[in-house]
């Protein structure tokens, strides 16, 4: 079993910055691909960014690109997402998940994802 907890939510001003971690245990963290999702109240969940399991390859919605990156440290177990230039519309509970990959896929449905943290909470004031 995989365990996920994100931890480094909270509230920022409009056009700050803030980085979220995920730390993993449980299985082999270098299996296994990382995923971000949001969910704002009254939305549907929603897919931010990807990193695969080795690093290598990033994927990023196009409503974050430029602003946020993912990234991760698998001697640490740990993937983050730092996020600048943050604005009111990235309210939202932020969410990791893993999968396990091996391989270059890139992963964007979050019904595509076996594993998930509880959530952190991140708030953008205007």
């Known amino acids: 079993q995989v365990q996920l907890v994100e931890s480094g939510g909270g509230l920022v001003q409009a056009g700050g910055s803030l980085r979220v971690s995920c730390a993993v245990s449980?299985?082999?963290?270098?299996?296994?691909?990382m995923g971000w999702f949001r969910q704002a109240p009254g939305k549907e969940r929603e897919f931010v960014a990807t990193?695969?399991?080795?690093?290598?390859?990033?994927y990023y919605a196009d409503s974050v690109k430029g602003r946020f990156t993912i990234s991760r440290d698998n001697a640490k177990n740990t993937v983050f997402l730092q996020m600048n230039s943050l604005k009111p519309g990235d309210t939202a509970v932020y969410f990791c998940?893993?999968?396990?990959?091996?391989?270059?896929?890139?992963?964007?449905?979050?019904?595509?994802?076996?594993?998930w943290g509880q959530g952190t909470q991140v708030t953008v004031s205007s």
């Open positions: 990193i695969t399991s080795s690093g290598g390859l990033t």
């Open positions: 998940a893993a999968r396990q990959s091996s391989g270059r896929i890139i992963y964007t449905q979050h019904t595509e994802y076996n594993y």
């Open positions: 449980g299985r082999t963290f270098s299996w296994y691909t």
